[in-house]
């Protein structure tokens, strides 16, 4: 099994980008995780904002996997415990298809990519830039993978 996180937005921060690229690393062995950046739909004075989000949302679309199962990142998503997404995670290799982790714009994602998810999870209430949801995510995905490898990482 292997997860794409599709983020819309380039060029993140050295700080998240380095950040990101260590729990890449440690989640290496237990689950490849591989960053796709789409660039996001252009936005300003006298620009449609719903087009925007259509723009991005094709290109997130374009950029699933063959048979992925899809999770898209979303405020109104199932908030879970590191426990939980241990559990969901089991749960996922036990099907025998890869991940797909996506991560919206600004106003969050277009309806065609909510329809294509296969579920929806949700960090939480809060507002989190979106650069730093890369992070978050990478980090949570190896504190789970840390749980079902009976590894000291996590010690909730």
């Known amino acids: 099994m292997k ?9 993140a921060p050295p700080w998240v980008a380095e950040g990101f690229v260590e729990y890449r690393k440690r989640l290496s062995h237990w689950l490849p995780l591989e960053l796709v950046e789409v660039e996001p739909g252009l936005r300003g ?13 094709r290109r997130v679309l374009a950029a699933l996997p ?4 899809v ?10 415990t590191s426990e939980q997404l241990a559990q969901r995670m089991e749960h996922w290799r ?13 106003e969050g994602h277009a309806p065609d990519v909510l329809a294509a998810a296969t579920e929806s ?26 749980l079902l490898a009976n590894h000291p990482y996590h010690r909730g």
């Open 3 to 11: 997860a794409r996180l599709i983020a819309t937005g380039e060029r």
């Open 45 to 57: 004075k006298g620009r449609d904002p719903v087009r925007a989000i259509a723009d991005e949302g």
């Open 66 to 69: 063959k048979n992925a199962h």
């Open 71 to 80: 999770v898209a990142l979303d405020v109104p998503g199932k908030a879970w």
């Open 94 to 106: 036990g099907q025998g298809r890869d991940l797909a982790f996506l991560i919206g714009g600004p």
């Open 121 to 146: 999870w949700s960090l939480g209430p809060l507002t989190l830039p979106h650069m730093l949801v890369r992070l978050v995510v990478a980090e949570q995905l190896y504190r789970a993978a840390a």
